[in-house]
């Protein structure tokens, strides 16, 4: 294959990568650009062997402007709408699903969220429920203002789209097929998600897991019961995360908003627990001795030691959580700072 020929078929992919960007992830997204590049083949076979040479990448980009833009193109393709037109309706679900799920969720998740948290002195049940009526409201009116001002210009520009400015030679490159978790891995920590939320929820019943012998005569502080739900909690999250990530493994960013959410519930949570800590009455605010031991005189050193350890547990536990919120954080952002810069150079392709 001449170095020609494998330009050409560059375009061409790069022309199909953007129509995809466009069409409705469904179950025939792969069929209609498998028919779409064996047309686009089918007209590049038939006009080289009408000009007895391989086109060059004018002329190649010719026939992909006479084909239309990649946002036109995909609109033809993907099922007929009314209220928005097939011009319009690409721009419009991707202004949609940006608004509303790489805006509104997060602001709501980790700002709005918190701040009822602490306005509802530490009320748990009122914080969310308020959080999740307010964003509930917030989508409604997003949705609706955004499809109001979609169709009022869908009304007024009739023929928007019709005659599409735009050249083939700036379709941005072929971006490599990202790599999906590990399936071993994923299910990997599915199962230990599992196991782990068994084992948080036979402790109650079964110190022994937690404390080993020291349960014939140790048992849980209150504090340790105020916080177990909020713990278990966290660890149906992380295997209703680990679930997904499996089920969904195409969702890369997925797995690192998820792990991000978790720490800050960790985070969250640690912060309540060691400002009960400090408040709390008693020296022994995790483990106690159990009423009726004998000779109760031979475990205060012990029953210290256990407290001492647990709170050094925790106050790690929080700066390795802090540490990976920054870590997670990090790694997000550049996860989107990438993700709209691929996204803003298709777009730029499909509105010119």
């Not at 650009?33 to 007895?52: H, N």
């Not at 239309?68 to 995909?74: H, L, R, T, Y």
Request: charged share 15%; aromatic share 12%; proline share 6%.
């Amino acid at each position: 294959m001449n170095d020609i020929s494998s330009r050409n078929i560059d375009l061409v992919d790069r022309y199909l990568q953007a129509v995809r960007f466009w069409l409705p992830k469904t179950h025939r997204q792969d069929d209609l650009i498998a028919e779409l590049g064996e047309d686009l083949r089918s007209q590049i076979d038939d006009k080289e062997t009408e000009l007895g040479h391989t086109l060059d990448k004018v002329e190649m980009a010719a026939i992909l402007r006479r084909c239309g833009s990649p946002m036109m193109v995909a609109s033809r393709l993907g099922p007929q709408r009314h209220l928005i037109g097939p011009a319009l309706f690409p721009i419009y679900e991707f202004v949609l699903k940006m608004v509303l799920l790489w805006i509104l969720i997060p602001v709501f998740i980790f700002i709005v969220g918190p701040v009822n948290l602490v306005d509802g002195g530490g009320n748990w049940p009122s914080a969310i429920l308020r959080t999740f009526s307010n964003l509930w409201s917030g989508l409604f009116i997003a949705a609706g203002t955004i499809t109001l001002v979609f169709a009022i210009v869908e009304r007024t520009s009739a023929h928007l789209g019709d005659e599409c400015n735009w050249d083939p030679l700036k379709l941005p490159p072929v971006r490599k097929q990202e790599r999906k978790p590990s399936l071993l891995k994923g299910a990997c920590e599915f199962g230990f998600s599992i196991f782990g939320v068994i084992w948080l929820l036979l402790v109650p019943a079964y110190p022994f897991l937690v404390l080993g012998p020291a349960a014939a005569f140790l048992k849980a502080a209150p504090l340790l019961h105020t916080f177990y739900l909020p713990f278990v909690l966290i660890g149906v999250f992380a295997l209703a995360r680990s679930g997904f990530t499996l089920a969904r493994p195409q969702w890369t960013w997925f797995p690192l908003a998820s792990q991000l959410l978790q720490s800050v519930f960790t985070l969250i949570v640690l912060n309540y627990m060691i400002k009960a800590i400090g408040n709390a009455p008693s020296t022994h605010p995790f483990v106690m001795l159990r009423d009726g031991v004998q000779s109760p005189a031979n475990y205060v050193k012990l029953v210290a030691i256990v407290n001492i350890s647990l709170l050094v547990s925790v106050v790690f536990t929080w700066i390795g959580a802090c540490i990976a919120a920054l870590q997670q954080t990090w790694a997000f952002l550049r996860y989107l700072r990438a993700r709209d810069a691929a996204l803003e150079r298709i777009a730029s392709i499909g509105v010119r």
